[in-house]
């Protein structure tokens, strides 16, 4: 059964989360990556026994490793070395502690704008300069503007990869990644990829993990993003063979970040979940027709192009006529929050975030909230 179908939005409306409560009730949010999904059964089970046992004390194992490791193999036709992983409280504080092992501690870090806001915000806060390379006009990685970044960045600073990346949903291909390897060994650039979204592929896709390719790599992964984890906080970083001596050096501290029962959890989701998963992706698939469809009908002058990955729509608002912020334009009169793009970095302006990862009705009421505050301005 489609999980996206199965909560009201009176049920959702009972929430606690950021999603449900950062807005006032009238406000429909479609914005930050929460998924309007009850629990994977198997996930929801795997707490309930730990709540039953009293089992909420530290984590010991290496068992959220294995279930990815059979996942990724299943899945990708990849296998994660479990030697080679550690688990970390979170992907962003993984993506940080990657960056410090690999890099002195104000080497620069280059990324693909736009791009997840908290890539600026947490190297940032690390000290550390931020050197764009957007992405050029279909959404792919540009191989010239990114050569140009490395030498801007130098040898010694750090690739943050995101694949597949956020918000365009743009799942890089085997020839890119191979690419990317090859470019940032030139130039001594390590590269570090951000591999959250890696389980959400449209149909026909398929995700390349950048350690099939590159042996001297860092990845993150998590079961958050595809089982709505986010509040479970655990991630695996994992490291190719020829990377193994930096994430031996993890301080050990590291480890007591991520919550115990929050590793049971996303390895549950791993181990048995994939069935919700397959279930999932294909409420996703016919969720990005339903978009654009509705778009095409109410909202001709945005431009969307269905992601091939993430549950994230990136629509291009430009030609409405809204501004460089079209999402307050949308909330102050649709009542109806999505991401703004300006946060996303250069080429953010005239965009807006919408997450697909709910039902048919709120999407189908969300384009309607837009169309109207459109209609409300241009008028
Ligand atoms: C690309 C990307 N990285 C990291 C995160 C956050 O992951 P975590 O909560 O595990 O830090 C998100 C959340 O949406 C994301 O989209």
Known sequence: MNPLRQLSLDQLRQRTSMKWRYYPEDVLPVWVAEMDVPLAEPVARAITEAVALGDTGYPAGTAYAEALAEFASKRWGWEPAVER????????????EMLRLVSHRDAPVVVNCPVYPPFYQFIESLGRPVVEAPLDEAWRIDFAVLEDAFVRAGEGSVYLLCSPHNPTGTVHTTAELTEVAALARKHGVR?????????????????????SVADDGLSLMSSSKAWNLAGLKAALAIAGPQAAEDLARLPEEVSHGPSHVGILAHTAALRDGGDWLDALLSGLDDNR???????????PAVRYTPGQGTYLAWLDCRELGLGDDPAKVFLQRGRVALNSGIPFGTGGKGFVRMNLATSPEIITEAVGRMAAAWNETSS
Not at 89 to 96: F, H, K, S, T
Not at 195 to 205: D, K, N, Q, R, S
């Open 85 to 96: 992983t550690a688990i970390v409280p979170d992907v962003m504080l993984g993506v940080v």
């Open 191 to 211: 590269v570090v990829a951000d591999e959250i979204h890696a389980p959400i592929m449209a149909a026909g896709v398929s995700f390349v993990p950048y350690l």
């Open 289 to 299: 027709r339903l978009l654009a469809d509705l778009l095409a009908e109410h909202l």
